[in-house]
C-alpha cells in the first residue's frame, strides 16, 4: 500500500507492479486522485488510517508512506505499526523521521518496540535526489526485506507480497 499518488508514488507503485507486488494507491487528496492513471493499480480515495485497517494487512503486506505530509502519513503509520506488515516506511529525513516517531509516541501511544519498525528514512542510502531515484531506492529495500523475510521461512509456500 502507498500513501500518496504524487510523482513519487506514481514511480513507486510502477516499480512495485513489476516486482510482482499487488499495489493499492491511497490518495484522499483530491487534486492528486484526480490525475491518477496507472493501469493495474488500485486506486482508493479512503483516508489512511480507515483503509490500512479495512485492507486486511498482514505479514506479506508492505505500508509506505510519501506524501510528505504527516496529516495522512502518520494516520497510516500509527495503524501499520501495530499490524504485522513486514514493511512500514515513510518518506522524510532522519530529522524528520525522529519528530515522527516522537509523536506517534505522544499522540497515538505507540510503543518503542512499535516505532522501531519503522523505516525512515524510506529506502536504501544510494544518494537519491529525485522521485525516480527514491522510488527506486524504496524498491530496493522492499526488495531487501522481502528477501530477508523468505531466508527466514517467512513467506515459504505463500503468494507474493503486498505493496
Do not use: N
Not at 121 to 133: D, F, Y
Amino acid at each position: 500500500m502507498i500513501i500518496g499518488g504524487a510523482e513519487l508514488g506514481h514511480y513507486l507503485a510502477q516499480i512495485a507492479l513489476t516486482l510482482d507486488y499487488a499495489v493499492t494507491v491511497c490518495e484522499p487528496r483530491e487534486e492528486y486522485a484526480a490525475e491518477w492513471a496507472l493501469d493495474g493499480v488500485a486506486l482508493s480515495a479512503e483516508m489512511p488510517d480507515d483503509l490500512v485497517l479495512a485492507f486486511g494487512c498482514d505479514d506479506r503486506t508492505a505500508v509506505v508512506a510519501v506524501t510528505h505530509d504527516p496529516k495522512l502519513d502518520d494516520l497510516a503509520l500509527m495503524e501499520a505499526l501495530r499490524l504485522p506488515c513486514h514493511y512500514v516506511g515513510a518518506l522524510g529525513s532522519a530529522t524528520t523521521t525522529m519528530k515522527r516517531k516522537a509523536r506517534l509516541a505522544e499522540h497515538f501511544g505507540l510503543t518503542p518496540a512499535e516505532l522501531d519498525r519503522l523505516h525512515g528514512p524510506v529506502g536504501l542510502a544510494i544518494g537519491s535526489r529525485t522521485p525516480a531515484e527514491i522510488a527506486v531506492s524504496i524498491a530496493a529495500d522492499l526488495i531487501a526485506c522481502r528477501s530477508a523475510c523468505h531466508r527466514e521461512g517467512v513467506h515459504e509456500g505463500e503468494r507474493s507480497c503486498r505493496a
